[in-house]
């Protein structure tokens, strides 16, 4: 079993900056790839960035966000520069088996409650 707890999201201005962490607990949690997805008004949830052997991102991410593991808070966390409107949405933590993440993933095995992000024009 693991746990997902995501913290971070809020509203910003295009240009902004805002920075996602995710909690990840459970026995058997560094077995799981981990990663950050998200679902844009009228789009189906996407898989932004992961993080597990190698580190992928969406080509509509690539060069503005970074997906990192924080070892002393025990998080995995999304910087987010350079926010685009086209960036809001609800953002959602996931862990996938197994360890390292492949390439193209089409089974999430846990979600995380989501966090809100909301990027004004």
């Known amino acids: 079993q693991v746990q997902l707890a995501e913290s971070g999201g809020g509203s910003v201005q295009a240009g902004g900056s805002l920075r996602l962490s995710c909690a990840a607990s459970?026995?058997?949690?560094?077995?799981?790839?981990l990663g950050w997805w998200r679902q844009t008004p009228g789009n189906e949830r996407e898989r932004v960035a992961t993080?597990?052997?190698?580190?992928a991102y969406s080509d509509s991410v690539k060069g503005r966000f970074t997906i990192s593991k924080d070892h002393a808070k025990k998080t995995l966390d999304l910087q987010m520069n350079n926010l685009k409107p086209e960036d809001t949405g609800m953002y959602y933590c996931?862990?996938?088996?197994?360890?390292?993440?492949?390439?193209?993933?089409?089974?999430?095995?846990?979600w995380g409650q989501g966090t809100r992000v909301t990027v004004s024009s």
């Open positions: 996931a862990a996938v088996k197994w360890w390292p993440c492949a390439s193209k993933i089409t089974t999430v095995d846990y």
């Open positions: 459970g026995n058997t949690v560094s077995s799981y790839c």
């Open positions: 993080l597990g052997g190698t580190t």
